[in-house]
């Protein structure tokens, strides 16, 4: 029988599609963008990690966005190993535009909770939040950080963590995902520069610095 180019395994982008789990990350995506948003107005104490010149707090929708992130990039980075063995086609672009649906479904369904709850501002904030570590760790990629890119979120949450406060109190620019002006300059140069490195590193194919895992086998 006529297989229509796809093999015995089917189309190759519905392969992909399943290795990565998507139907996973979609259903992840959705559970933290709607515990996110209608915990957006909450700020939680920092326990451990807090600033060095006393207590601090984050706003809620960090912790289903730093979680999301991480099991995200874990998902499609582990389907990587197995679908550049096999294929010639541009891996990485398979791997950003799952991540940027996925960013979109968080809009979504951030957006019909926030309409639910009344907190359209909140909705907002688990979006930035969300699309702003996940360029933290395609840009690892970009530039050759590729294991560990998952771990980079999680480093600069910590660090943020336990140095975003000043000598007054006030949140350091840097560390824009402990604050909730969605407008500051910090996180929109990061989400910006991310988002070009991202694109630069879909263009090429390969880490601005560094080497692939088809390289290196």
């Not at 909140?122 to 950080?145: E, H, P, T, Y």
Request: aromatic share 6%.
């Amino acid at each position: 029988m006529p297989t229509s180019g796809c093999g015995q395994r089917g189309c190759p982008v519905k392969w992909a599609m399943k290795a990565r789990h998507y139907r996973v990350a979609m259903i992840g995506a959705a559970i933290a963008s709607i515990l996110g948003t209608m915990a957006g107005n909450i700020n939680l104490p920092i326990p451990f990690l807090s600033s060095l010149i006393g207590p601090s707090t984050m706003p809620a929708p960090v912790v289903p966005s730093v979680i999301l992130v991480v099991l995200t990039g874990a998902m499609l980075q582990s389907a990587e190993l197995y679908w550049t063995e096999a294929s010639v086609r541009n891996v990485v672009a398979h791997s950003m535009l799952m991540a940027a649906g996925l960013v979109a479904l968080v809009c979504a369904v951030s957006h019909l909770t926030g309409i639910v709850v009344h907190d359209n501002a909140a909705a907002w904030l688990m979006v930035r939040d969300v699309l702003g570590l996940l360029v933290l760790w395609s840009s690892a990629r970009a530039l050759g950080i590729n294991r560990f890119a998952g771990l980079v979120p999680v480093v600069y949450l910590l660090i943020a963590s336990a140095f975003a406060r000043n000598s007054i109190g006030e949140v350091r620019g840097w560390a824009w995902i402990l604050g909730r002006n969605l407008s500051d300059p910090w996180g929109l140069a990061t989400i910006g520069s991310g988002c070009l490195l991202t694109l630069l590193y879909v263009l090429r194919r390969r880490p601005l610095a560094g080497t692939t895992a088809r390289s290196s086998s």
